[in-house]
């Protein structure tokens, strides 16, 4: 009988499944966050790259 009532607890409680269901929409948003912020890396990798070569050969022309 107490195999029984605690399997009906079980499968009555909701608390768990919305748990469950909230920690996955924050998996979800977290993943797209790191998505999105690869996406950004790689423009601001560029950006400095242009930045470094743009210096440089104003630098080596004021020198030269």
């Known amino acids: 009988m107490r195999l029984h009532r605690l399997l009906k607890t ?3 409680n909701r608390r768990g499944a919305t748990t469950i269901e909230y920690a996955l ?9 790191l998505v999105a912020l ?5 423009q601001n990798l560029a950006i400095w790259n242009y930045v470094f070569d743009t210096s440089g050969n104003a630098i080596s022309q004021t020198k030269g």
């Open 10 to 12: 079980i499968i009555e």
């Open 25 to 33: 929409i924050l998996a979800f948003i977290v993943l797209a966050m």
């Open 38 to 42: 690869q996406a950004l890396a790689g």
